[in-house]
Structure formats: structure tokens, C-alpha cells
């Protein structure tokens, strides 16, 4: 069986080294390296170190060396093919079938990187020639000095169609098509791809040159694409590679942050500015594979796309991709550019602090997402909220993680709610031109209603609930009014959440303003939704109960009303986790289960408790009665 460089690569990057070592092997810290005495030779003082970040052991004392596979077979034993299964299964990599053309193909690929490499070093001596004036023109318009322009490799394509062919003669005619640097059209002589256009090389992760890309030198060509890349060869898959990948994962693992851009020209120009973790897709909006990629080197990638609408349209594109694929510590960070500026444009206008400063404070995957859909469409009528609501759940479905895609509808439709529904302004009492009274919202308290008062209230509160707590709660508002608007944000939360309560506490809220005491109600027990409870057990629905403690159990029994339907969505979450992580999914609910056994404990309480003070009461008047010999 034969496997790819490709695929090799892949494996490499996925295995951290001395993760694998320290299964037999005692390492320490020593810097950015990992130090230990040689497993290869008898030593004392230790010269064996491990380097993840290059992905190669090496002892300074009898000089052994390699990578992850050449430490299972040489350290481990293990036949080669053996190593490799091995460290696949650890990766999650499937290894591939046995292929007779494997072999062939990885030799075609070694043969390919030959032709690149020589037609790197012909692009960049063009450069400094006397065909390469308008190129070296150009990269001083940039800014760009010397040491950037060698540094990324610039060179110039001459306009001759045949210009590479015979720079390029010992290599085949076929080889250069398949490098993706000449074209054959039908029966056509075969001609460059790049023709008169400041040429750039694309690396791999290895460094090795896969393929280029070129831009338009000749401001009158328009039916000349501004950029182009090379197509998609056995070297190169547009879809995998990322710009600059090679020299900007050690910075990013050094300083935690690698910043997506959307060209090379854009990486090049934050490169120039000291700016060094920065990478680009290339001709295409960045793709699943480039997102697991960028995972590998941090936890939440910087987008950093242009302000115009192609840029936010490209940012869109790629949180799109990435919903699908988050999980617990992998996201996004995004980045908005001022309206019309690249990060090349910015740092000319504002300096590098401007761009530094956006940088630092990125905004999260989910307050973009939020953004981008509140910015799709108007949201003037009810049908354009409810538009918005239905973009913004159709992006959750996406998501595959359970627990990630639970939280993310849980804040996305509490920002809805926000702002959908927002707060009700505060609310006098009485209303202005009533009859002036002592309380005022969370502070005073109006005076008791009276009983004919008390009975129209008590029977607007309680039909169509879901239970007697419900019905409870609503009622006692409607007989202590002045705590309506003192609950309002947790009422708020239960109408979220309760459709059927939802209606009771708009009615509550309209009519509060409404409601004077010591007068008759000035609505209809017909006109209310809802009706009195058949008993009054909660202390504050009975007559001579202490308004304090009337309204403390109000409060309690407010709070454990608004906290049940919590308890349903978590306890549907918990559910929701079982297939991918039972034994948490199981522990959760069973906490929940205990939480919500303590609140019907504490709902029966809050009847007993004041039937027990009823009976101590009524005992102490006995004793008393007993005691003077009545």
C-alpha cells in the first residue's frame, strides 16, 4: 500500500509528537521545546529533545532523529504500515485502500514539485530584469520594500506565450500542463497561463511551491481577470490550501491568533505592517477543510474580510460553513472593516494601531450572526420579526453539536424577544389624573383593595392555565397590584417561554395602569382570560393573611413559577445530549429531576406552612383560654 505525501502530511499535523512520546517517555518543558534524557543511548545529562511545532525529535548526543511515524518504528517496534494505523486511529483518519497507482501517483506528484520549483526561480529572476520594470513599478506603488519582496517570492511572467516553454525546456510539455502553467486548447499549440503578470508562489504546509497565482500588470486588459490562480493540480487543491499557511502557523501558535484575510495581497500587506499569523483562501470563499485547518493551529481564527458587500458577503459565506462543524472550544472570531477598506487600505489610511485595535476585539460568531441577519431585510412590520426570527433558526439547525446548537437558540431567540418585545416603559401608580396614591413602582405599596374589590380581582385569575400555581401566582398580582410591575422582568421571562401565560401577563401589564383600589373594577370579570382558582391555600390569596408575608410568598412563588418551564427546556436539552454523551446527559437530568421535585416540595410547603401557623396560632389560644380557667 501506497500513501500520499499528501496524506502523510495530514496525519503528521494531526498527532501531536510529544503527546505520543510521553506514553513511554518522561518529558520536561524547556521553552518551546520538550527535553529528556535519550531512549537511544544511555546518557545522564539530557540531550534528547522534542520539537511539536516542527514535528521532529532529535538527540544532540548520538543523533537520532525523525518524526511521530519514524518514533513508532524505531522506538515502538512497529512495521510501518503498523505506526501509521495507529496514528491514524488516534487522528480519527481513515487510512486509505490499497491503490497499484499510489506509488505512480506519489512519484508524479515528487516530479510536479521539480517543475514548480524551477518555474519559481525563472518567475523571480524575471523580476529584476529589464522585462520586470513594470512589475518592480507596481510593488513600489505598494510599499513594499526589498526584503518583502523576496521574502514572498515576487516575480514577473513575461507577455510571450512561449516564454516558460523554453525557460523550461527540459521538462516536459506534459508536465508543465499538469503543474497547471501551460494550457492545451483542442489541437492548438499549447501556451502560458501567466502572461505579462506579477506572479507570487503558493506552499504548502512543508514550504514546498504547489502552484501561483498573478496579477494583472496591464491596466487596459478587461477582459483579463485582476487575479488568477493556478487550477487545481495533483499538487494543488484550492480547496485545502491556505496562503501562507506555512509561515504563519509557528507565529500563531506562539501568540494564539491566526488572522484570515481574503487575498495574498491583503496577507502580504499585514506581513509588511509586523503583522505575521495571516492567511488567505485563494479564489474561493474559505471551506470546511481551510476551517479544520486553521482549528489545528488556534481555538477561534480572526476573520478579518474587506467592508465592501463582497467582503461581508465572503464572512457570511464562511459562517455559514463553519455552523455546521462547531464544537466545545472551536469558533470564529470576526472582524468588521470600515465600509469600502481592506486591511491593506486601513493600515495606509489609519496606520497598523487602527487595525491593531480591531484585532483585539473581534466580535463572536454569534452576535455576527445576529448582525448579519438583523441587516438582511427591513424589520418594520410584525412579518419582517418574524422573518428575521425564521432566518435566525434555520441558521441554528445547522449546527450539529447538540449542546452548542441548544445554547445558540436559546440566546438567539432571547436577543429576538429583546428586541421584538422590548421592556414596557415604567408605570405610575395611580395613573396620571387619578387619585393620587403612596406607591410608585418597586418602592410603596397602595392600600389593601377591599373585599368586593378583592373578590372581581380574584376572579379574573386563573381559567385556561396550565395549573393551580399559575392561576395562584395571577391571581395574587391581581389582588397586589403593586407587585406586577416589581416582577415584570421575571413575568417577561415566563411569557418567553409560555405562550398561555404569555396572554395573561400582557393582560396583567395593560391593565395595571386600570386598576384603582377601594373602587369597583373598571373591566368585566367576561372581558379578563382568566378566572379565580377554586381555593385559596397560598397565604397571599386569603382574607387576613399579613400583606408583608402575603407578598413575600407572592415573590416566592413568582420566581418558582418562572423557574419550572426553565427546568422543561434544560431537562430537553440534557435529553437531547444522550446519544453523544449519555453518562453526562443522564447525570444532568438527574439534578434537574431533584431541582424540580424541590420546587413541588416547596410549592406544598408554602399551604402547610400556613396551616401549621393557623394550628400553633389556634393551640396558643387554648393554652391561653386553659391558663385563666375559662
Not at 513599478?137 to 521574502?151: M, P, W
Not at 483579463?224 to 493540480?233: E, G, H, I, R, V
Request: proline share 7%; hydrophobic share 45%; aromatic share 6%.
Amino acid at each position: 500500500m501506497a500513501l500520499s505525501p499528501q496524506w502523510l502530511d495530514e496525519l503528521r499535523a494531526r498527532v501531536t509528537l510529544s503527546s505520543v512520546i510521553m506514553r513511554t517517555e518522561k518529558l520536561q518543558r524547556a521553552g518551546r521545546e520538550w527535553k529528556a534524557c535519550c531512549p537511544f543511548h544511555a546518557e545522564k545529562t539530557p540531550s534528547f529533545t522534542v520539537n511539536d511545532e516542527k514535528g521532529f525529535y532529535h538527540c544532540f548526543g548520538c543523533g537520532a532523529h525523525g518524526d511521530v511515524i519514524r518514533w513508532m518504528t524505531d522506538q515502538r517496534g512497529l512495521a510501518f504500515m503498523d505506526a501509521v494505523k495507529e496514528l491514524a486511529a488516534q487522528a480519527g483518519m481513515e487510512v486509505p485502500a490499497p491503490d497499484p497507482r499510489a506509488a505512480q501517483v506519489a512519484e508524479q506528484r515528487a516530479g510536479l514539485v521539480d517543475v514548480t520549483e524551477a518555474a519559481q526561480g525563472w518567475f523571480a529572476g524575471n523580476l529584476a530584469s529589464a522585462d520586470g520594470a513594470a512589475a518592480r513599478a507596481y510593488l513600489a506603488t505598494r510599499g513594499f520594500d526589498a526584503h518583502t519582496v523576496q521574502r514572498f517570492g515576487f516575480g514577473y511572467a513575461p507577455a510571450d506565450r512561449q516564454a516558460l516553454k523554453r525557460a523550461l525546456g527540459a521538462f516536459d510539455e506534459s508536465a508543465l500542463q499538469e503543474a497547471g502553467l501551460r494550457i492545451a486548447v483542442d489541437d492548438k499549440e499549447p501556451y502560458d497561463r501567466f502572461r505579462d503578470r506579477l506572479m507570487l508562489p503558493i506552499h504548502d504546509a512543508r514550504g514546498r511551491v504547489i502552484a501561483f497565482g498573478g496579477r494583472i500588470l496591464a491596466p487596459d486588459k478587461t477582459d483579463a481577470p485582476k487575479y488568477l490562480n493556478s487550477p487545481d493540480t495533483p499538487l494543488f487543491d484550492k480547496g485545502r490550501t491556505l496562503y501562507n499557511l506555512h509561515r504563519a502557523a509557528p507565529v500563531a501558535r506562539q501568540s494564539g491568533r491566526v488572522v484570515v484575510v481574503e487575498g495574498y495581497m491583503d496577507v502580504i500587506a499585514l506581513a509588511a505592517a509586523g503583522i505575521d499569523e495571516a492567511v488567505a483562501p485563494l479564489g474561493t470563499a474559505l471551506t470546511e477543510r481551510q476551517i479544520e485547518r486553521l482549528w489545528r493551529m488556534v481555538d477561534a481564527p480572526v476573520l478579518c474580510f474587506d467592508g465592501d458587500n463582497a467582503g461581508q458577503r465572503a464572512a457570511q459565506r464562511a459562517i455559514g460553513r463553519a455552523l455546521p462543524l462547531l464544537r466545545p472550544g472551536k469558533s470564529l472570531a470576526i472582524v468588521r472593516l470600515p465600509a469600502g477598506l481592506d486591511p491593506d487600505d486601513l493600515i495606509r489610511q489609519q496606520g497598523r494601531a487602527a487595525l491593531d485595535a480591531l484585532l483585539a476585539a473581534p466580535a463572536s460568531l454569534i452576535h455576527t450572526l445576529w448582525a448579519f441577519e438583523c441587516d438582511a431585510q427591513p424589520l418594520l412590520t410584525p412579518e419582517d420579526k418574524a422573518g428575521l426570527k425564521e432566518r435566525l433558526l434555520a441558521q441554528v439547525d445547522a449546527i450539529q453539536h447538540p449542546d452548542i446548537k441548544a445554547l445558540y437558540r436559546r440566546e438567539l431567540l432571547e436577543r429576538f424577544s429583546a428586541f421584538a418585545f422590548p421592556p414596557r416603559p415604567p408605570r405610575e401608580w395611580p395613573p396620571r389624573g387619578g387619585k393620587p396614591g403612596t406607591w410608585q413602582r418597586g418602592v410603596a405599596r397602595p392600600p389593601v383593595p377591599s373585599p368586593a374589590h378583592a373578590a372581581a380581582l380574584g376572579r379574573a385569575a386563573g381559567g385556561g392555565l396550565r395549573d393551580h400555581l399559575e392561576s395562584a401566582v395571577f391571581a395574587g398580582l391581581l389582588r397586589f397590584p403593586d407587585q406586577i410591575m416589581r416582577h415584570e422582568a421575571a413575568l417577561g421571562r415566563l411569557a418567553s417561554r409560555d405562550p398561555q401565560a404569555a396572554r395573561v401577563i400582557d393582560y396583567l401589564l395593560d391593565r395595571v395602569e386600570t386598576l384603582e383600589p377601594e373602587a369597583a373594577l373598571p373591566i368585566s370579570a367576561d372581558d379578563s382570560p382568566v378566572a379565580h382558582p377554586d381555593d385559596s391555600h397560598f397565604p397571599f390569596l386569603r382574607q387576613g393573611t399579613d400583606p408583608d408575608y402575603a407578598r413575600t410568598v407572592l415573590a416566592e412563588a413568582v420566581a418558582l413559577l418562572v423557574e419550572r418551564p426553565a427546568l422543561e427546556a434544560a431537562m430537553e436539552v440534557a435529553t437531547a445530549r444522550f446519544a453523544a454523551d449519555p453518562e453526562g446527559a443522564l447525570a444532568e437530568q438527574a439534578r434537574l429531576r431533584q431541582r424540580k421535585l424541590e420546587i413541588e416540595r416547596r410549592i406544598g410547603q408554602m399551604a402547610s406552612n400556613h396551616a401549621a401557623a393557623a394550628a400553633q396560632e389556634h393551640g396558643a389560644e387554648q393554652a391561653a383560654q386553659a391558663g385563666s380557667g375559662i
